[in-house]
């Protein structure tokens, strides 16, 4: 149990300290909880409901409902003893993020399409430094971080939230300054950062690029060093619905991506580009701040420092914690020496070829 419940002036109130959130309850969501403190099991609960001359059928699915959306907002955890250390039933993949080797141990029924996301960073007789297992429960799926629980989430959400861990685990390292929200492609040997916020269109240009012959470094976070030199974290593109007929001439492959949903039931497709670029330190070579509008011509403007710096501080990028006046000078280190745009377009196309010129 993972919240505190009160009643106050005949109001039952749970406060979640995690989410630092309120839920209002029902008397019988009340009873509810206050048993499930107890120590009754919820088929022990269904039965004295139904003891009360409740309907049997009912009370069983009022308490199911009840737990299911507990579970879903984190207020309820499973017990320790839901692990199992047996592998029948399971399929064991290790793959390599920079930094580490994540073991990931899905459940038969639940492996694919989720593991077809990761495939390309599997590596073989290799030891994980960190195990996450998924465990099936109902209709949904509990993520375990060496033997302890983190979130539970629907079966079709496996491949974001596994990629979302995955992320923690790379930024936990603390082996680079920040992380940058931005997409990271290669020309010659140095790399091109495309930045901006949800629905600038990151991954949709940096697919077109990457079929224009930029090599592929990562989809959606770029780590940087203290040199201010970047290294992409290759995951594979995730492709949002309304990018899928924009994409159709450039990646003929996206028919059959796996799809997936995201936890607020947007649907992706990701995409694996056929070849990464390694993921060694580069030296950034262009910054590219993205905004686009309707039926607007495509304009490569020169952005000055402040403004440069402006941009990137005003949600362009995500830190792994506060930034640090060490982290600033590696901001300013690679703005000193790189160029810097900001891309207004429309057409994909249209920035697809101004970014072949801009980076020759």
């Not at 262009?286 to 011509?297: F, G």
């Given at each position: 149990m993972?919240?505190r419940?009160?009643r ?6 749970l ?19 206050r048993?499930?403190e ?7 609960i269904?039965?004295?409901i ?15 409902a009840a737990?299911?959306q507990?579970?879903?907002?984190g207020?309820?955890r499973?017990a320790?003893t839901w692990?199992?250390?047996?592998s ?11 930094g580490?080797?994540?073991?990931i ?14 495939r ?12 996450l ?13 060496n033997?302890?629980?983190?979130l ?5 959400e ?6 979302g861990?995955?992320?923690?685990e ?7 300054e920040?992380a940058?929200?931005?997409?990271a492609l290669?020309?010659?040997?140095r790399i091109l ?9 990151k991954?949709t240009?940096?697919?077109g690029?990457?079929h ?21 974290i ?9 990018a899928?007929?924009i994409?159709a001439?450039?990646?003929?492959d ?9 936890p ?8 694996v580009?056929?070849?990464?670029v ?9 910054v590219?701040?993205?905004?686009r509008?309707?039926?607007a011509?495509?304009?490569?403007t ?7 710096l402006r ?15 060490t ?5 300013a280190?690679l ?6 745009y900001?891309?207004?377009?429309s057409?994909l196309e ?11």
């Amino acid at each position: 149990m993972q919240g505190r419940l009160v009643r106050i002036r005949d109001q039952n109130i749970l406060f979640s300290p995690a989410r630092q959130a309120l839920f209002a309850l029902n008397d019988m969501g009340g009873d509810i909880w206050r048993s499930l403190e107890d120590g009754l099991s919820p088929e022990a609960i269904s039965s004295e409901i139904a003891s009360r001359g409740g309907d049997r059928a009912q009370a069983v699915e009022h308490v199911e409902a009840a737990v299911r959306q507990w579970e879903c907002q984190g207020l309820v955890r499973p017990a320790p003893t839901w692990f199992s250390t047996s592998s029948r039933g399971h399929v064991s993949k290790v793959i390599a993020v920079p930094g580490c080797h994540v073991r990931i141990v899905y459940p038969e029924a639940h492996a694919f399409p989720a593991a077809t996301v990761f495939r390309h960073l599997e590596v073989r007789e290799a030891v994980g430094d960190v195990v996450l297992k998924l465990v099936e429960r109902g209709d949904r799926v509990h993520l375990f971080r060496n033997r302890h629980w983190i979130l539970s989430c629907f079966p079709d959400e496996l491949a974001v939230v596994l990629k979302g861990q995955l992320l923690t685990e790379i930024l936990e390292r603390g082996g680079y300054e920040l992380a940058i929200h931005a997409a990271a492609l290669i020309r010659d040997d140095r790399i091109l950062l495309l930045c901006g916020g949800p629905g600038a269109g990151k991954t949709t240009l940096a697919l077109g690029l990457l079929h224009a012959g930029f090599g592929f470094a990562g989809d959606d976070v770029t780590l940087l060093n203290s040199l201010g030199h970047g290294v992409g974290i290759p995951f594979a593109s995730a492709v949002k619905a309304g990018a899928l007929p924009i994409l159709a001439n450039y990646c003929p492959d996206l028919d059959t991506a796996p799809v997936c949903r995201r936890p607020d039931r947007r649907r992706v497709r990701f995409l694996v580009p056929k070849q990464f670029v390694s993921s060694s330190p580069r030296k950034v070579g262009w910054v590219v701040l993205l905004r686009r509008r309707v039926n607007a011509s495509a304009v490569l403007t020169p952005v000055d420092p402040v403004d440069a710096l402006r941009g990137l501080l005003n949600g362009s990028f995500a830190l792994c914690g506060e930034l640090t006046g060490t982290s600033f000078d590696v901001l300013a280190k690679l703005i000193e020496s790189a160029d810097v745009y900001c891309l207004t377009y429309s057409r994909l196309e249209d920035a697809v070829a101004l970014m072949q010129k801009a980076c020759r």
